[in-house]
């Protein structure tokens, strides 16, 4: 009987995961540091990148420092609200980080749940990129 009722709670769980609307389902990509690098770097011009590069920061977070080729900084809590300043297609691409990734991976779910495609959350966000060693730019400097 405890089997019996085990196997159940199992099943039960994997169908409402299933379910649509159960919030866990996650439809972005992950993307290193290394391949946004690639990408930037294929690139002729920041300007002429394949992607849009949002920093989804606070404005004090992002003036302290921000990914090389930074298109836009809206808070992860304001991107439902403000993504059509993005000003993108649902099929474009779309790249988001923040410090860790974590609010980044909200934001890449919350586009991804408003139709946008083909969204991308940068693993570790600021704090992998700088562990790299790669270049940090600062606004207004």
Known sequence: ?????????GITLVASLM??????????YLLSVQQLQAGLAKASSPQ?????????????EHRAGMIPGTDFNIDFRDIKNRHRELGVQ??????????????????AETLA????????????????WTEAGFPVDHPNR
Request: proline fraction near 3%.
């Open 48 to 60: 002429k990148k394949a992607f849009l590069l949002v920093d989804v920061r606070t404005p004090e």
């Open 90 to 107: 649902p099929d474009d691409h779309i790249v988001v980080y923040c410090q860790s990734g974590h609010r980044s991976n909200i934001a």
């Open 113 to 128: 749940d408003l139709g946008y495609r083909h969204v991308y959350n940068v693993a570790g966000s600021m704090n992998a």
């Open 19 to 28: 379910l649509a609307g159960t919030g866990w389902s996650y439809h972005s």
């Open 1 to 9: 009987m405890r089997r019996f009722i085990g196997a159940l709670t």
